[in-house]
Nanobody
Framework: VQLQASGGGLVQAGESLRLSCAAS????????VGWFRQAPGKEHAFVAA????????RYSDSMKYRFSLSRDNAKDTVFLQMNSLKPEDTAVYYC????????????????????WGQGTLVTVSS
């Protein structure tokens, strides 16, 4: 599976962006798809994830009221809608996909994901 993350860019604080993660080569309709981000000088951090079977989601506590996930299994695409962006959201955002199904409690663990996209840069200016 190849994952292509897109939709990043430069926005001002308070604005919105929608990131997309498209799969090719093999459908990722079985397992969850997650988003992680890496800010300059910081480690990877979990953002959000969505399961395939029931579209259950899990969000990082700091983002759950501003970010939302959706997925279109027919198009093998997952969307991350990011609203009310803050300068601290500036990071490279990566999507990842898993071959297997997991409960929502496991979705923040990067080790469950088998495939990773190349990342898309989000820059939020103040």
């Amino acid at each position: 599976v190849q994952l292509q993350a897109s939709g990043g860019g430069l926005v001002q604080a308070g604005e919105s962006l929608r990131l997309s993660c498209a799969a090719s080569g093999r459908t990722f309709s079985t397992g969850p798809v997650g988003w992680f981000r890496q800010a300059p000088g910081k480690e990877h951090a979990f953002v959000a994830a969505i399961r395939s079977t029931d579209r259950a989601t899990r969000y990082s506590d700091s983002m759950k009221y501003r970010f939302s996930l959706s997925r279109d299994n027919a198009k093998d695409t997952v969307f991350l809608q990011m609203n009310s962006l803050k300068p601290e959201d500036t990071a490279v955002y990566y999507c990842a996909a898993s071959r297997a199904a997991y409960n929502t409690g496991s979705l923040s663990n990067p080790n469950i994901y088998n495939y990773w996209g190349q990342g898309t840069l989000v820059t939020v200016s103040s």
